[in-house]
Structure formats: structure tokens, C-alpha cells
């Protein structure tokens, strides 16, 4: 039997495009392969590698660049040269224990958010000793925050293997951020802060580069609903709000209205701040009422992407005009 031309035609056609599809497809998930290999490779090795070069190589992936550390002038190079120098002093300031007595002395300890326990151990004593709401943290690190709202929902077991896994984490192998090495690992717990409304108040966090021929140098982060849908904006000195995107954290779609206390925010980062050169003061201000959450002299380990890109070099500009 004979299959006339154009039969013929469009079958091979049909397998011409099958095949298409196909190296396409085949292409795709060798690239995938390709690249989860790597990843898993990188993550094999990179407690190993040290830490100037594993630095270069994340910044290189989270900003887009290898970074210049013979001779760091953006924002991101010079934090990646803090965490690779840090001054002495930052190891008790970053310790979210320590630190609490450089607060009390230079603000006041109405300024601390109340502490309700930091023991050698955490033991079934302490979790029945607690009261129905709290925050447990570690002092050793960013992100080792536990938020319980009813105790009843919790148990001591389940908070007792948190706390564990964090002890047990070196945060600076992790972020390569030395000053947090010598940190003594401990969890603690602080009362949980609540606004008027019984929500978590916004994370105030004032990047603060000392003072310009118009008065301070102060670019705020607002972060609210952070656990939940988080948005981060950032504010100029005069409260107008910036273009800046930091990392993958979406903005609000409409900027916030000036904090009644602003200006009372401003002094006391600024006292906080005084004689440690850039800082990043993190505040909260529930009703008013301004409380202490960290200090950070290495903020996202030099490893974020800031847009537009402008940003992360006059950021650098600033930190370098303070000596």
C-alpha cells in the first residue's frame, strides 16, 4: 500500500514536533538535574569552604555580582567586610541577652520588652512557670523566634525540641557573621507584644548613617504582618516612602501614615546608636510606647538585593563618608 506524499508529510510532521517537545522537555529537566546537583553539591560543601570565598560566592548568587572585598565601597561589600572584621564590641551588643543592659543604661529599662525567663535550661518547670502568652527567642542569631499565643495549644515537649534544634545551631557557619561565634547559645522568653487592637506591632527598623548637611541620615524598614503576609517598605527621614525592594519581601499597597512619635523613635535610635558607627536599630512602638528589639551591625550578611540597584551603592557612599 502506498501512503500518498502529503500523509506522509504530516506524519513526519507530527514526529517532528513530538521530538521538539520532547528535547525540550528532556532539556528542561537535565537542567533541573543539572542545577539541583549543584545545589546539593554547594550544600555538601559549603561547610567546608572558607569564609571569605563562600561569602563571594552567595553574594555573587543573592546579589547578582562577585563582590569586591579588597576594596569594598557598596552597601553589601562593606557588610560582607563586617562580617569577615567585626570590632569586639559587637558580639555583646548582638547578644540579645547582653544587650539588654546597654539599653537600660543608655534609654532606660522601661524601653525593654519585659523578660519572663532566661534559664541555664529549659525545663518542664520553667514551661509551667509561663504565662499563657509569650515569645521564646534564642540570643545567639535572626530568626529563632517562637510566637505562642494560648500555652494550651503548645507543650513543653514540643517547645523543648525548638529550643534544642536552635542551641544546637552555629549561626555563624550558617551567615559566616563572626561576631555571633563567641555568643553563649541560650533561650529566653519575653512578654508577647500586643497593640490595642491584639495584633503584633510593625518591626520599626532605622538604618541609621549619622548625620548630613540636612540633619540625620536615617532609612527606615517597616515590616508588618510578619507572621503572616509580610510587606516591607522603607521611609525616608521625612517619612515619604522610598522605591527600595529589599530581597523577595512584596510592598504595601499603600504607604504607612506618619507614627505619631516619630521624632521620639528617632532620638532614641540615635542615642542607642551613638559612637558605633552604621547601626541598624530595630523598634517597636505599639500605642505609642517605644520598645527595644536589636541591635544589627552586619544586616542580611551583605547578601541582599536591594532595587533598584542604585541603593546598595549609595548606602555604601554613606557608610564610608562616617570614617
Same mark, same amino acid.
Given at each position: 500500500?502506498?501512503?500518498?506524499?502529503? +500523509?506522509?508529510?504530516?506524519? *513526519?510532521?507530527?514526529?517532528?514536533?513530538?521530538?521538539?517537545?520532547?528535547?525540550?522537555?528532556?532539556?528542561? !529537566?537535565?537542567? %533541573? +538535574?543539572?542545577?539541583?546537583?549543584?545545589?546539593?553539591?554547594?550544600?555538601?560543601?559549603?561547610?567546608?569552604?572558607?569564609?571569605?570565598?563562600?561569602?563571594?560566592?552567595? *553574594?555573587?548568587?543573592?546579589?547578582?555580582?562577585?563582590?569586591?572585598?579588597?576594596?569594598?565601597?557598596?552597601?553589601?561589600?562593606?557588610?560582607?567586610?563586617?562580617?569577615?572584621?567585626?570590632?569586639?564590641?559587637?558580639?555583646?551588643?548582638?547578644?540579645?541577652?547582653?544587650?539588654?543592659?546597654?539599653?537600660?543604661?543608655?534609654?532606660?529599662?522601661?524601653?525593654?520588652?519585659?523578660?519572663? @525567663?532566661?534559664?541555664?535550661?529549659?525545663?518542664?518547670?520553667?514551661?509551667?512557670?509561663?504565662?499563657? @502568652?509569650?515569645?521564646?527567642?534564642?540570643?545567639?542569631?535572626?530568626?529563632?523566634?517562637?510566637?505562642?499565643?494560648?500555652?494550651?495549644?503548645?507543650?513543653?515537649?514540643?517547645?523543648?525540641?525548638?529550643?534544642?534544634?536552635?542551641?544546637?545551631?552555629?549561626? &555563624?557557619?550558617?551567615?559566616?557573621?563572626?561576631? &555571633?561565634?563567641?555568643?553563649?547559645?541560650? !533561650?529566653?522568653?519575653?512578654?508577647?507584644?500586643?497593640? %490595642?487592637?491584639? %495584633?503584633?506591632?510593625?518591626?520599626?527598623?532605622?538604618?541609621?548613617?549619622?548625620?548630613?548637611?540636612?540633619?540625620?541620615?536615617? =532609612?527606615?524598614?517597616?515590616?508588618?504582618?510578619?507572621?503572616?503576609?509580610?510587606?516591607?517598605?522603607?521611609?525616608?527621614?521625612?517619612?515619604?516612602?522610598?522605591?527600595?525592594?529589599? #530581597?523577595?519581601? /512584596?510592598?504595601?499597597?499603600? @504607604?504607612?501614615?506618619?507614627?505619631?512619635?516619630?521624632?521620639?523613635? !528617632?532620638?532614641?535610635?540615635?542615642?542607642? @546608636?551613638?559612637?558605633?558607627? =552604621? !547601626?541598624?536599630?530595630?523598634? =517597636?512602638? /505599639?500605642?505609642?510606647?517605644? =520598645?527595644? #528589639?536589636?541591635?544589627?551591625?552586619?544586616?542580611?550578611?551583605?547578601?541582599?538585593?536591594?532595587?533598584?540597584?542604585? &541603593?546598595?551603592?549609595?548606602?555604601?557612599?554613606?557608610?564610608?563618608?562616617?570614617?
Amino acid at each position: 500500500m502506498t501512503i500518498p506524499a502529503e +500523509t506522509r508529510s504530516s506524519v *513526519h510532521g507530527v514526529h517532528e514536533a513530538r521530538a521538539r517537545t520532547l528535547a525540550s522537555s528532556l532539556a528542561v !529537566v537535565a537542567g %533541573k +538535574t543539572r542545577a539541583a546537583a549543584a545545589s546539593t553539591l554547594f550544600r555538601a560543601a559549603r561547610s567546608a569552604l572558607p569564609d571569605a570565598l563562600l561569602l563571594r560566592l552567595l *553574594h555573587r548568587r543573592k546579589v547578582g555580582r562577585f563582590p569586591n572585598l579588597a576594596n569594598p565601597s557598596t552597601f553589601n561589600e562593606l557588610i560582607l567586610d563586617r562580617c569577615l572584621n567585626p570590632q569586639p564590641q559587637w558580639t555583646a551588643l548582638t547578644d540579645k541577652l547582653l544587650v539588654r543592659d546597654h539599653v537600660k543604661r543608655t534609654i532606660g529599662e522601661r524601653h525593654l520588652i519585659p523578660l519572663i @525567663a532566661a534559664p541555664d535550661v529549659f525545663t518542664r518547670d520553667v514551661f509551667d512557670s509561663l504565662p499563657d @502568652a509569650f515569645v521564646m527567642k534564642a540570643n545567639h542569631g535572626c530568626g529563632f523566634v517562637k510566637v505562642v499565643w494560648r500555652k494550651a495549644d503548645t507543650s513543653f515537649e514540643e517547645l523543648s525540641r525548638i529550643a534544642s534544634r536552635w542551641l544546637d545551631t552555629n549561626f &555563624y557557619r550558617h551567615t559566616r557573621e563572626r561576631h &555571633y561565634e563567641p555568643i553563649e547559645r541560650r !533561650v529566653f522568653f519575653e512578654k508577647l507584644l500586643l497593640d %490595642k487592637d491584639g %495584633k503584633i506591632p510593625p518591626d520599626i527598623k532605622l538604618n541609621i548613617f549619622g548625620n548630613g548637611p540636612d540633619g540625620r541620615i536615617i =532609612y527606615t524598614g517597616v515590616i508588618t504582618d510578619r507572621f503572616g503576609q509580610p510587606r516591607h517598605d522603607f521611609y525616608d527621614p521625612q517619612w515619604n516612602r522610598m522605591d527600595i525592594v529589599l #530581597g523577595d519581601y /512584596p510592598c504595601s499597597d499603600v @504607604a504607612a501614615p506618619p507614627l505619631r512619635n516619630w521624632k521620639e523613635i !528617632v532620638e532614641i535610635a540615635t542615642r542607642l @546608636a551613638d559612637g558605633l558607627g =552604621y !547601626v541598624r536599630v530595630d523598634l =517597636y512602638a /505599639p500605642d505609642d510606647h517605644i =520598645y527595644f #528589639g536589636e541591635l544589627t551591625f552586619t544586616p542580611g550578611g551583605g547578601l541582599m538585593r536591594i532595587a533598584p540597584d542604585h &541603593y546598595d551603592h549609595e548606602w555604601g557612599r554613606l557608610i564610608r563618608q562616617m570614617g
